[in-house]
């Protein structure tokens, strides 16, 4: 049996939201208090969820990305901002695999778990340690050397290519 998707009907307020939002220029900041009044509800309190779903289909519909501005409201970001975006989200891959790798190294007992976690502990731990060490600023530093030479993104293989042939541990400090 096949499962039917339920009709999906954005609600107006999220369209008003949403249209306010693919008006905004290069660099505008659309406030909270303008997006409130649009709507008449608060989009920093009841309706966050309308303000966010507006902004996710400016993204995937019109490739239009918003920073938020704490307390402000949010700005259009420019292709230059939108570019180097993505050392914000690999510092918090980083913090969010040093912290995992904390968490399980809480493990008061790993020798009195069963085989299966124990498996699925080191598992995690590997691929947190690999995520943790491949973030550092220095191993960045030499993903970018190899873009430069390459003049474009590296696939996945090729990047990992690059940590590959250290006769010791030591070299990837």
């Known amino acids: 049996m096949e499962k039917q998707k339920g009709c999906f009907e954005?609600?107006?307020?999220?369209?008003?939201?949403?249209?306010?939002?693919?008006?905004a220029g290069i660099g505008?900041?659309?406030?909270y208090a303008e997006l409130s009044e649009l709507i008449n509800g608060d989009v920093q309190g009841e309706a966050r969820s309308n303000m966010n779903s507006a902004r996710r289909r400016a993204?995937?519909?019109?490739?239009?990305?918003?920073?938020?501005?704490?307390?402000?409201?949010?700005?259009?970001?420019?292709?230059?901002e939108i570019a180097r975006a993505g050392e914000y989200y690999i510092g918090g891959i980083r913090?969010?695999?040093?912290?995992?790798?904390?968490?399980?190294?809480?493990?008061?007992?790993p020798s009195a778990?069963?085989?299966?976690?124990?498996?699925?502990?080191n598992t995690d731990a590997s691929f947190l340690g690999v995520i943790g060490h491949l973030s550092k600023?220095?191993?960045?530093?030499?993903?970018?050397?190899a873009v430069r030479e390459a003049v474009n993104k590296l696939p996945?293989?090729?990047?990992?290519?690059?940590f590959r042939g250290h006769d010791t541990a030591e070299e990837l400090k």
């Open 10 to 23: 954005l609600s107006i307020d999220t369209k008003f939201l949403y249209d306010r939002m693919v008006r």
């Open 28 to 31: 505008e900041v659309v406030t």
């Open 59 to 80: 993204a995937s519909i019109d490739g239009i990305e918003f920073n938020a501005i704490r307390g402000v409201g949010l700005k259009r970001m420019s292709d230059r």
């Open 95 to 109: 913090r969010k695999a040093r912290r995992g790798m904390k968490v399980m190294g809480h493990v008061g007992d």
């Open 113 to 121: 778990l069963a085989n299966e976690d124990k498996i699925k502990m």
């Open 137 to 145: 600023p220095k191993h960045l530093k030499r993903i970018e050397e």
């Open 156 to 162: 996945p293989l090729k990047t990992l290519e690059l």
